[in-house]
T-cell receptor, first 114, second 109 residues
Framework: DAEITQSPRHKITETGRQVTLACHQT?????MFWYRQDLGHGLRLIHYSYGVQDTNKGEVSDGYSVSRSNTEDLPLTLESAASSQTSVYFC?????????????FGPGTRLLVL | KQEVTQIPAALSVPEGENLVLNCSFT??????LQWFRQDPGKGLTSLLLIQSSQREQTSGRLNASLDKSSGRSTLYIAASQPGDSATYLCAVKGSRLTFGEGTQLTVNP
């Protein structure tokens, strides 16, 4: 069955370190998204991609970057981790940006920045 | 800027009860509205998607309605079961998907 996976599932890092969160989908979807989920804010969009070599900033993109070199993967990099980036990160994918678009979510990565 | 609000934030009901979760949004220029379920420590699972031209969608014991002009949606769960315990999130699709903070539902046996 097609799926979307994230790794690692849990990560502890120190302030200032570079961290990369992996996202891999086997749906063959064009669109991929990264969200963070925090109490009091719900899910907020960090970055998104509509295809290979395409990346776009979302609502809370400062301090994060992504690259899309193939259809299946959209890694999220925290350039210099900050305590404010402690959160649960979700990757999602969808086939097309239409009125019937449904996003499929990965299980999440819980990141703690000390 | 689109804002999505869900009321109540938490709800506890006895098994078998019918219940309604509410979602409101500020900008009616949307393509669709979705209801998701999130279990603790897990990702989101799409339950129902209502296109902007539709009024409601049904799946099993779930029924979602959409009143785009008033910026409201409801999720109706019939004959609730303990397995329905989860957080339910509403999201509206405009230029991007905007989420509410969710309603945490507990169904007690």
């Amino acid at each position: 069955d097609a799926e979307i996976t994230q790794s690692p599932r849990h990560k502890i890092t120190e302030t200032g370190r570079q961290v990369t969160l992996a996202c891999h989908q086997t749906w063959n979807h064009n669109n991929m998204f990264w969200y963070r989920q925090d109490l009091g804010h719900g899910l907020r969009l960090i970055h998104y991609s509509y295809g290979v070599q395409d990346t776009n900033k979302g609502e809370v993109s400062d301090g994060y970057s992504v690259s899309r070199s193939n259809t299946e993967d959209l890694p999220l990099t925290l350039e210099s981790a900050a305590s404010s980036q402690t959160s649960v990160y979700f990757c999602a994918s969808s086939q097309a940006a239409t009125s019937q678009e449904t996003q499929y979510f990965g299980p999440g990565t819980r990141l703690l920045v000390l | 800027k689109q804002e999505v609000t869900q009321i109540p934030a938490a709800l506890s009901v006895p098994e078998g009860e019918n219940l309604v979760l509410n979602c409101s949004f500020t900008d009616s220029a949307i393509y669709n509205l979705q209801w998701f379920r999130q279990d603790p420590g897990k990702g989101l699972t799409s339950l129902l998607l209502i296109q902007s031209s539709q009024r409601e969608q049904t799946s099993g014991r779930l029924n979602a309605s959409l009143d785009k002009s008033s910026g409201r949606s409801t999720l109706y769960i019939a004959a609730s079961q303990p397995g329905d315990s989860a957080t339910y999130l509403c999201a509206v699709k405009g230029s991007r998907l905007t989420f509410g903070e969710g309603t945490q539902l507990t169904v007690n046996p």
